[in-house]
């Protein structure tokens, strides 16, 4: 598996919360179109670009 952003964002896409689960309140909103369509990497990186790359980070050292 590469490790590159594309590839983080695609698993968190994949391991999504549950619909109205906490974790949709990203950037003080809920953020209902990704909630829906299950695509909470796309939200994370979207609209809270720090905490995305911070995850990716973590992600990409303990995924060796």
């Not at 949709?24 to 720090?50: F, S």
Request: charged share 25%; net charge positive; glycine share 8%.
């Amino acid at each position: 598996m590469k490790k590159t952003r594309k590839a983080y964002e695609e698993h968190l896409n994949q391991i999504s919360f549950e619909q109205g689960s906490e974790e949709w309140i990203i950037g003080g909103k809920i953020r209902m179109y990704n909630m829906w369509t299950n695509t909470y990497g796309t939200a994370l990186r979207k609209y809270d670009p720090l905490a995305f790359n911070v995850g990716y980070q973590e992600w990409k050292l303990n995924n060796k």
